[in-house]
């Protein structure tokens, strides 16, 4: 059996097989190239989802722990610490403030964490997908299109949705905890230090995220003949 390779997923199936091909035969090394590299896909989408589970874990207890020192230092008696020693009620009241930057860059770095994380879920499911095409299973296909499409919610969305919740939940608390202890003009610098932590972070994981760039399969021109003699 020979399947024809569609235009849009010939550059891939050429990264995949090493040659340019325009069909695959079912009985070729070609095919058991693309069906080893569909279990290959298979199997580092599962190990890639369950490593975001445990760093998405870890984040929340992290989050936790931040949580209840934050709660602590909000309940600290300040009172007899102001008449003997100023510095350290000053320094009391910082806490807070401190605690709740450090969340808020937390916050921002899960929010990014999960972006990835998505994006590269997608680009593994884009590529069974189209794996799957060419092997004849196309069993991955058949369970997404399962069930209620009212209820067919993404669980990488949800994890950014809840990223994002967070991080509003510590952008908030950390400017009323400036506010609170600086004024406006202490809110004011805490809005433009959120912003440029953003920024920065944003510009710097970018610049981090390297890209192999693979040339695309060469087709070796054929040799002309001389036509005389």
């Given at each position: 059996m020979r399947i024809t390779i569609e235009h849009a997923d010939r550059p891939f199936i050429h990264r995949v097989v090493g040659e340019p091909i325009e069909a695959i035969d079912t009985t070729s090394a070609q095919a058991e190239q693309v069906q080893d590299a569909l279990q290959i896909a298979r199997q580092q989408k599962s190990v890639d989802a369950e490593l975001d589970w445990k760093r998405n874990a870890l984040f929340l207890a992290l989050f936790v722990f931040l949580y209840t020192a934050l709660g602590a230092s909000l309940t600290m008696d300040l009172t007899a610490q102001a008449s003997s020693h100023k510095s350290i009620a000053y320094a009391l009241e910082a806490v807070p403030v401190?605690?709740?930057?450090?969340?808020?860059?937390?916050?921002?770095?899960?929010?990014?964490?999960?972006?990835?994380?998505?994006?590269?879920?997608?680009?593994?499911?884009?590529?069974?997908?189209?794996?799957?095409?060419?092997?004849?299973?196309?069993?991955?296909?058949?369970?997404?299109?399962?069930?209620?499409?009212?209820?067919?919610?993404?669980?990488?969305?949800?994890?950014?949705?809840?990223?994002?919740?967070?991080?509003?939940?510590?952008?908030?608390?950390?400017?009323?905890?400036?506010?609170?202890?600086?004024?406006?003009?202490?809110?004011?610098?805490?809005?433009?230090?959120?912003?440029?932590?953003?920024?920065?972070?944003?510009?710097?994981?970018l610049k981090s995220g390297k890209h192999i760039e693979i040339d695309e399969p060469v087709v070796p021109a054929k040799e002309e003949k001389d036509p005389t003699p």
């Open positions: 401190l605690l709740a930057f450090s969340g808020l860059f937390l916050s921002l770095l899960f929010v990014f964490q999960t972006r990835g994380s998505a994006r590269q879920q997608h680009n593994w499911e884009q590529g069974i997908l189209v794996l799957e095409k060419y092997t004849g299973n196309r069993l991955y296909q058949h369970i997404s299109e399962m069930g209620a499409r009212t209820t067919h919610y993404s669980q990488s969305a949800i994890n950014v949705a809840l990223a994002l919740f967070i991080c509003l939940t510590w952008v908030v608390m950390y400017n009323y905890f400036t506010f609170t202890t600086s004024g406006v003009i202490g809110s004011v610098i805490s809005l433009f230090i959120t912003t440029m932590t953003y920024v920065i972070l944003d510009i710097q994981l």
